[in-house]
């Protein structure tokens, strides 16, 4: 018992000084919730990782140096769309949206067979999906694929679905938007394919790489007990 207690009381020294220094919320939450881990450890696994801890705490890699290609997998999020073109006679919408992989001859592949196509919202053209998926993107540029492609459809019950414009985001551009983990909106344009189409409005968009918050990021540091 002596022992368990020595720890923890080790690891409470060692909190005070990793949240005072914690340079932002993303730092603050990892302290907290790495001290948290230790003191939920038996004894001798806190001897084993206390070390590990505090260097990785005090000496976290820059983070201008994680890159696309270091760390390959980034979260993309559909959040939500405004004034899209309305489709139905109502004056009225059904949108959802599918992403893909693009090529810069406007090819769309889906993502190693995976089709992802988020929820339809009915009846509006301010849709909010907040529809959220996880790839790894490395692969993909290796393949010569060099933007994501995101459709706007619009669902029809009783005919072919119509489409609503797609927004092409090349891949250097979700790698800066990804480091800060900041929203974009970006405009609805007609595909290749169908450049006559009558669209409008804009989509809002989240790149992230999971291991970085980003600036509207809140850590639930209420629901910690230390």
């Not at 019950?157 to 979700?174: N, Q, W």
Request: aromatic fraction near 10%.
């Amino acid at each position: 018992m002596e022992r368990v207690q020595g720890c923890n009381h080790a690891v409470n020294w060692i909190l005070a000084p990793a949240l005072g220094e914690a340079q932002d919320a993303h730092a603050e939450y990892a302290a907290s919730v790495g001290c948290t881990f230790l003191r939920h450890c038996s004894a001798s696994a806190q001897e084993t990782l206390m070390p590990a801890f505090v260097e990785a705490l005090f000496n976290p890699p820059p983070r201008a140096e994680l890159k696309l290609a270091d760390e390959k997998r980034v979260c993309i999020t559909v959040l939500e769309g405004r004034d899209l073109v309305a489709k139905d006679v109502t004056g009225d919408s059904d949108p959802y949206v599918r992403v893909w992989l693009a090529k810069e001859d406007g090819t769309l592949i889906a993502f190693k067979g995976q089709k992802y196509k988020s929820p339809v919202v009915y009846k509006s053209l301010c849709p909010e999906w907040n529809y959220t998926i996880y790839y790894n993107l490395a692969g993909a540029m290796s393949e010569g694929f060099t933007a994501l492609a995101f459709e706007l459809w619009d669902e029809d019950m009783l005919s072919a679905d119509d489409f609503m414009g797609i927004v092409v985001v090349p891949f250097d551009l979700v790698e800066v938007r990804a480091q800060s983990g900041a929203p974009i909106w970006l405009p609805v344009t007609p595909s290749k394919k169908k450049s006559k189409a009558r669209v409008s409005g804009e989509l809002h968009l989240r790149f992230h790489f999971p291991y970085i918050a980003g600036p509207e990021w809140k850590p639930p540091l209420r629901h910690i007990k230390l």
